[in-house]
């Protein structure tokens, strides 16, 4: 669906030495993104915590009926990549912190924080945050996925068409 909108265009291969066919492309050169300001107004959204094993194909199919919307909630919150910046299970995530770290560093300190989570060097009144911990709120925050009321995903579908 996200790329049916996508301009044609004609483009002539040379397929052997001398002999030209031509093909239809989707020109891809052009994309559309929301907007930084609007998706920076938190307002705006609602969000939606993904769980283990859903995909963002289940997650539209669940919101707004249908799995074709999955690019819609890609774009919107800036994920690309299936594998990288989708949340792990407790298993995965445990096997990542043993590969990145090493066994012995699961628990060794990765940095401190104060009291206002704010990163700073160890001291008095500052919290241990382990290579584990760190890792686990990395994959936590990968849950958290800003939604489109379902009454607005027509709209923006709309406009995406015209632009």
Do not use: C
């Amino acid at each position: 669906m996200y790329f049916d909108n996508f301009n044609q265009i004609y483009y002539d291969f040379e397929t052997s030495p001398g002999n030209f066919d031509l093909m239809v492309l989707r020109d891809i050169t052009k994309n559309v993104r929301f907007r930084k300001e609007v998706v920076e107004n938190v307002s705006q959204w609602e969000y939606y915590y993904i769980k283990d094993g859903e995909t963002m194909e289940m997650i539209s199919e669940k919101l707004y009926g249908s799995p074709m919307y999955h690019w819609v909630l890609m774009i919107l919150n800036e994920k690309y990549d299936y594998i990288n910046d989708m949340p792990l299970s407790q298993p995965q995530l445990d096997k990542h912190v043993i590969a990145k770290y090493g066994q012995a560093n699961i628990n060794a300190v990765h940095h401190y924080e104060n009291a206002a989570g704010l990163i700073v060097n160890s001291g008095v009144g500052t919290t241990t945050i382990s290579n584990t911990l760190y890792e686990d709120r990395v994959n936590e925050e990968k849950r958290k996925l800003k939604i489109l009321a379902p009454a607005l995903l027509f709209e923006v579908l709309s406009m995406y068409r015209k632009l």
